[in-house]
């Protein structure tokens, strides 16, 4: 599942792409990528016609685009990647000798003529949706006006966001009574971080998931979370983690951070920092990647 860099540069290219445009129409071409919008997709297409783009956001893992005009100013669509949801920009008025692309579940045309944008999911697991904003909880930094989708609103800020209070996180993930890396993926505690920034920063901070969060030091909680934020910052320097063909910007390239991970998917790789082979051990359903010696497992793990 894409996590907050390969989101962010999705986001990065809608703002420089669409942003500022109004849409003139919206098909959509599999009911399943709208399911999440309850009245349907003849709804969906009505409403969003006519509307302007007039800002691309996001709160951890999730991406919105903020509307403008009629008939409801305060609403955004929310766009759900899912497992293999891509947002691709591609030149309007394609000839009808072009097969369409096998995936495309929906599709908006803007009223200057410019490149549409495309919603391509494999998988179907993702989607679009429009959402009433909501307000945004009090908060370090919040102004007064700041709103989110109603489904985001209780998600944590991530550390990229300018109102992160890093200092804030540490202590509540030190009041959790869990495992450390469960603790990294639960979105309401910190969000953007997913399986491989969460084995990153682990092994950044020299620290195993299955340590208990009640038995963090100060130090060490900040330790890992500051982790999370600078591979997470590098990772979006590079466009991102793309092992596939699925992960990709809005012109369909892929980012090359995979070629610096440490620790995610190196099983039997030597250790970056000590040489010791990479461990893959179960967790959730999932894997996860740990130095031995670097990450000693705790007598007591806590996954």
């Not at 008025?93 to 096998?102: C, M």
């Not at 102004?143 to 966001?161: F, N």
């Not at 990153?200 to 038995?215: D, I, K, N, P």
């Amino acid at each position: 599942m894409p996590e907050l860099p390969e989101v962010e540069v999705v986001r990065r290219g809608v703002e420089r792409h669409a942003v500022g445009r109004t849409v003139e129409r919206v098909v959509v071409h599999h009911p399943r990528a709208v399911r999440r919008h309850l009245p349907g997709a003849a709804d969906l297409q009505s409403r969003l016609a006519g509307r302007r783009l007039v800002a691309a956001r996001r709160r951890g893992k999730y991406l919105w685009f903020d509307l403008d005009g009629e008939p409801a100013p305060d609403e955004a669509l929310v766009v759900h990647l899912g497992m293999s949801g891509q947002v691709l920009v591609h030149e309007s008025g394609t000839s009808p000798d072009v097969p369409r692309h096998p995936h495309l579940r929906v599709e908006l045309s803007f009223t200057d003529g410019g490149p549409d944008l495309r919603f391509v999911d494999q998988r179907t697991f993702g989607g679009m949706a429009l959402e009433p904003l909501v307000p945004v909880a009090p908060g370090p930094s919040v102004s007064a006006d700041e709103t989110v989708p109603a489904s985001v609103a209780h998600i944590a800020r991530d550390p990229l966001d300018p109102a992160y209070d890093l200092d804030a996180v540490v202590e509540a993930l030190r009041r959790k009574d869990t495992g450390l890396k469960r603790a990294l993926l639960d979105q309401t505690l910190v969000s953007g971080i997913g399986n491989i920034y969460a084995d990153e920063a682990l092994w950044r901070a020299q620290l195993h998931g299955a340590r208990s969060t009640r038995t963090l030091r100060r130090a060490e909680a900040r330790r890992v979370l500051e982790a999370a934020a600078q591979v997470m910052a590098e990772a979006l320097g590079q466009g991102g983690t793309s092992f596939d063909a699925l992960y990709v910007n809005v012109n369909g390239e892929s980012g090359y951070f995979d070629r610096s991970l440490a620790a995610y998917g190196q099983v039997g790789e030597p250790c970056p920092r000590c040489g010791t082979p990479i461990r893959r051990d179960a967790f959730m359903n999932r894997s996860s990647y740990s130095c031995p010696h670097c990450q000693p497992r705790p007598r007591n793990a806590h996954w």
